[in-house]
């Protein structure tokens, strides 16, 4: 029975949209684990995914069947990565990271390979979705295709809130691929697949490894009594006892020896992590801890491994929420709130330069864990920071909040630890060394449109500029050797730049729902879930209402981007959360809404649906890489870039628009990248 559904043409279709949007969301997460480049790279598989779905649609028509490499190459990268995970180099001084030296294979020879295996997955399991798309008219193929969408991105959310290992998402990849090759499939794609659930499943039941919606967390026996937290392959937290912490690491002990008379009725943790920091705030006499961790994996495995077991003691209330989201909602006063280490060592989204600790450190939320405060409170941050402009930066940052300096203890050299405390009442610390600004050093602070704490300069670092030019060049290239000569997409510069404003849209739309509701993976897939919905929305208009005057649409596109770009995020942050949420998805789901519509009156009349979707996906590869504009100008400047964006795509496709209005709807093969933009 069910091999008689994979025959009917409606399942097929999207069970394959499913399999491509899965194995796309499955890529970013898992690489990103093993290879740590990508944690920070994480849209250079995005960007490889655009170029391989553009190349499978590109041969949608061929004689040539690409659909059943999909399990060999798939299978190509899995073992790859397993034979060569990498770890990220800290050299350089442009843009921090918290890593450890690189091993493996060397990173001009691991991205391109990783990179040119994605395209090819991708690309083979796209030209399957184009043969199945060139059967339905236009918007009838794009509506299942988008439901096979929100299907892939449900399961995987689902996937993600249970914890599930990755050999759990191999087996639905595997069992779906499977499942559409039916009896064709050979011996070579069986034993493929078979290595990919062989090395899935040594990872995921390899002893002390635990999977969170984030990381691949790794608990390693360092020494007697100490345990070695790793997350993707990187050293984060150790797990010890509060006496031997004391004896190896006094350091952590220091924030309370700074306090003068401060009774710690209440204390906030964020970063709590394993509990070691909680248990310290225990042993000082801390009456009532609200420990904040986002990750909830961290917080069930190794906090059951702490010895001194800080989170079964009634005296502490745990909250798996990001830190920010906490103090935008919390209404408790603190005598002391601890940033304990808050480094996320990830990126919040597959296509943003924000990570999950971004906004923070920015000047509103440190105004905002001021107002936390008793009117005695004090405050702490502590982690091992490796510039003097960034601790610069955060002092500066205190100094600004507070209206005077914070005090400064700092150890050690590479990598030193330090600590800076301040308080609402001057003097209200035992402070041996206040902090002056470092001579020469650059110490701006930075804010929530501009979150990058970890970026010296509003620049883009040289590391980025170079994977841009690579990504450029092989996409260019390949594309130019399936699609022939640009020329042939000339009729189609609108399209790209709708692709382009659409997937910039997107990922305005993606951190601004971070800053409002949290840099969470629930947050994050919401956000998503959204965009897909508005556009499966749009196209079900688009079916039964033919507009006869286009230009209409554009005018209240760019009405709803004037005013996302006119409501100021602060304002929004100031309303009770489910009025926040309505207000929020209003201002991010409508330009979405309306910019498929757009789409839609215009792609269902192209005459070539190949060449237009080329130029669709360029133009959505290029929006990914102006997204990096964002570590210059800030997020809510790209409201503007959207907007002249959309004005290209008017301009040039404003002949198209009129001659549209009286026209009948034309079969084609084609689709939108602005689909494939969601993950």
């Known amino acids: 029975m069910l091999r008689h559904l994979v025959q009917n043409a409606k399942f097929r279709l999207i069970l394959l949209s499913f399999l491509m949007l899965f194995v796309e969301l499955a890529?970013?997460?898992?690489?990103?684990?093993?290879?740590?480049?990508?944690?920070?790279?994480?849209?250079?598989?995005?960007?490889?995914?655009?170029?391989?779905?553009?190349?499978?649609?590109?041969?949608?028509?061929?004689?040539?069947?690409?659909?059943?490499?999909?399990?060999?190459?798939?299978?190509?990268?899995?073992?790859?990565?397993?034979?060569?995970?990498?770890?990220?180099?800290?050299?350089?001084?442009?843009?921090?990271?918290?890593?450890?030296?690189?091993?493996?294979?060397?990173?001009?020879?691991?991205?391109?390979?990783?990179?040119?295996?994605?395209?090819?997955?991708?690309?083979?399991?796209?030209?399957?979705?184009?043969?199945?798309?060139?059967?339905?008219?236009?918007?009838?193929?794009?509506?299942?295709?988008?439901?096979?969408?929100?299907?892939?991105?449900?399961?995987?959310?689902?996937?993600?809130?249970?914890?599930?290992?990755?050999?759990?998402?191999?087996?639905?990849?595997?069992?779906?691929?499977?499942?559409l090759y039916g009896r064709s499939v050979r011996l070579l794609q069986l034993v493929a697949l078979a290595g990919v659930i062989i090395v899935l499943g040594h990872e995921s039941f390899e002893p002390g490894n635990y999977w969170s919606p984030y990381y691949k967390i790794s608990i390693l026996n360092a020494a007697p009594g100490l345990k070695e937290l790793n997350v993707n392959g990187i050293p984060h937290q150790v797990i010890e006892s509060i006496a031997r912490r004391k004896a190896t690491e006094p350091v952590y002990f220091y924030p309370y020896q700074r306090l003068r008379g401060n009774p710690l009725r209440n204390v906030l943790i964020i970063g709590a992590g394993n509990g070691g920091d909680v248990a310290i705030a225990l042993a000082n006499g801390a009456k009532h801890v609200d420990a904040v961790e986002i990750d909830p994996r961290i917080y069930q495995v190794a906090g059951a491994m702490n010895p001194n077991r800080p989170y079964d003691d009634p005296r502490v209330t745990v909250h798996i929420n990001d830190g920010r989201a906490f103090l935008q909602q919390a209404r408790t006063r603190y005598d002391l709130i601890l940033f304990a280490l808050p480094d996320s060592l990830i990126l919040v989204a597959g296509q943003s330069s924000l990570r999950l600790e971004s906004y923070l450190f920015t000047l509103e939320a440190m105004k905002s864990a001021r107002a936390h405060l008793t009117p005695n409170g004090s405050f702490g941050m502590y982690n091992f920071y490796r510039e003097d402009w960034l601790i610069d930066r955060l002092a500066g940052t205190l100094q600004t909040t507070y209206g005077h300096a914070p005090c400064l203890d700092s150890f050690g050299r590479y990598g030193r630890f330090a600590l800076l405390m301040v308080s609402r009442q001057a003097g209200a610390l035992n402070c041996p060394t206040m902090w002056s600004a470092t001579a020469g050093a650059t110490s701006d602070v930075v804010d929530d449109d501009h979150p990058f704490v970890y970026l010296q300069h509003r620049s883009i670092p040289t590391m980025y500029l170079i994977t841009i030019a690579a990504i450029l060049i092989a996409s260019f290239g390949l594309i130019r050797g399936v699609a022939g000569p640009f020329t042939q997409m000339r009729g189609y510069v609108d399209l790209f730049f709708m692709g382009a404003a659409f997937l910039l849209l997107e990922t305005k739309n993606v951190v601004q729902f971070a800053l409002l509701f949290g840099t969470t993976w629930f947050v994050n897939a919401l956000v998503f879930f959204g965009i897909l919905l508005s556009v499966y929305l749009a196209i079900e208009v688009a079916r039964r209402v033919r507009v006869t005057r286009p230009g209409v649409l554009y005018i209240a596109l760019f009405a709803t981007l004037a005013l996302a770009f006119a409501v100021p995020q602060q304002d929004l942050l100031a309303l009770n959360v489910p009025l926040r949420f309505c207000l929020a998805a209003g201002l991010a789901f409508m330009p979405v809404f309306l910019a498929n519509l757009v789409f839609a009156e215009r792609f269902r009349d192209v005459g070539s649906s190949t060449s237009a979707f080329a130029a669709n996906l360029l133009g959505a590869m290029v929006g990914g890489i102006l997204e990096y504009s964002s570590l210059i100008v800030g997020y809510h400047a790209l409201l503007i870039i959207i907007a002249l964006l959309y004005g290209c795509a008017f301009l040039f496709g404003r002949k198209q628009l009129v001659g549209a209005q009286d026209a009948q709807p034309a079969q084609t093969d084609g689709k939108t990248a602005a689909a494939y933009a969601i993950s």
């Open 27 to 179: 890529l970013i997460r898992w690489l990103g684990s093993n290879i740590v480049y990508l944690s920070y790279f994480s849209n250079f598989v995005l960007l490889g995914s655009f170029l391989g779905i553009g190349v499978g649609f590109l041969r949608g028509t061929s004689k040539s069947d690409l659909f059943p490499w999909a399990a060999t190459s798939l299978g190509a990268l899995i073992i790859f990565v397993s034979c060569y995970p990498v770890e990220i180099d800290r050299s350089g001084t442009q843009l921090i990271y918290f890593g450890g030296y690189p091993s493996g294979l060397p990173i001009w020879a691991t991205l391109p390979i990783v990179f040119a295996l994605v395209a090819v997955i991708m690309a083979s399991i796209a030209q399957g979705v184009a043969r199945t798309f060139a059967l339905f008219e236009p918007l009838e193929a794009y509506r299942l295709d988008i439901i096979g969408s929100l299907t892939g991105i449900a399961v995987f959310s689902l996937l993600s809130f249970s914890s599930a290992p990755p050999l759990l998402w191999g087996l639905v990849v595997c069992g779906v691929m499977l499942l």
